[in-house]
Each structure stands twice: as C-alpha cells, then as structure tokens.
C-alpha cells in the first residue's frame, strides 16, 4: 500500500524559508510523477510543483515565480519542496501526490492526474 508522509510545516515569518518533506513507500516509484499541491482554507487545492521519480524535468506554477524549488532523493523515497520569501499568501495545507500512468507526465498540474495523496502539512505564515 503506498504511503506518503509530509513533514516540515510550521509557522515562519513572512520573508523566511522552509524546506518540505515527503517520504514514500509501498511499492517502488521508478516512472512515476511526484507533485506538490496546497490548499488553503477556503480555496481548492492548487498546483504547485512536480518532479518524475528520478528525473530533472521539473514543473511549477506560475506564481511560484523562482521562489520554491522541488527536488528529490531516490535513495531515500523522498522528495522536497524547498520555499524561499515566503508571503502571507503562501499559507495552506501541502500534500504531497504521486501519479502512476501516463498521465501524470502529460498533465501534472492536474489533480486527477494524481493516484495517491499525503495527508499534508501545515505551513503557515506571519506578518
């Protein structure tokens, strides 16, 4: 059973960084899509990232504007989300996500591209 787990979020003043982390497991992940996504109350959830297993070719948003940065370490099942000059706005719950077919590769800022979620991570951001 594939298990994702989040974990870094927390409160961080407006301008500060943090680093995300997703670990997986269950199954092995080698041609698969990973992505970041967030939430915040009140508002659907939102592409931010993504990353093929093993790849380079990344994807982001267009807000995020050079701010964040994915990568990931195969050797240990995780992934990252690296956040700099955080704002206000950045304030939500991220999920981590993985795809399994195809169409993760082609289409991965959609969420129903996405066959597996984390339970997500709080980040939140003061002024």
């Known amino acids: 059973q594939v298990q994702l787990i989040e974990s870094g979020g927390e409160l961080v003043q407006a301008g500060g960084s943090l680093r995300l982390s997703c670990t997986a497991s269950?199954?092995?992940?080698?041609?698969?899509?990973m992505g970041w996504f967030r939430q915040a109350p009140g508002e659907e959830r939102e592409f931010v990232a993504s990353i093929p297993w093993g790849g380079r070719r990344t994807v982001y948003a267009d807000w995020v504007k050079g701010r964040f940065t994915i990568s990931s370490d195969n050797a240990k099942n995780t992934m990252y989300l690296q956040m700099n000059s955080l704002k206000p706005g950045d304030m939500a719950i991220y999920y981590c996500?993985?795809?399994?077919?195809?169409?993760?590769?082609?289409?991965?800022?959609?969420?129903?591209?996405?066959?597996?979620w984390g339970q997500g991570t709080q980040v939140a951001v003061s002024t």
């Open positions: 996500a993985v795809g399994l077919s195809g169409d993760s590769k082609a289409y991965p800022s959609a969420l129903a591209s996405y066959d597996y």
């Open positions: 269950g199954r092995s992940f080698s041609s698969t899509t």
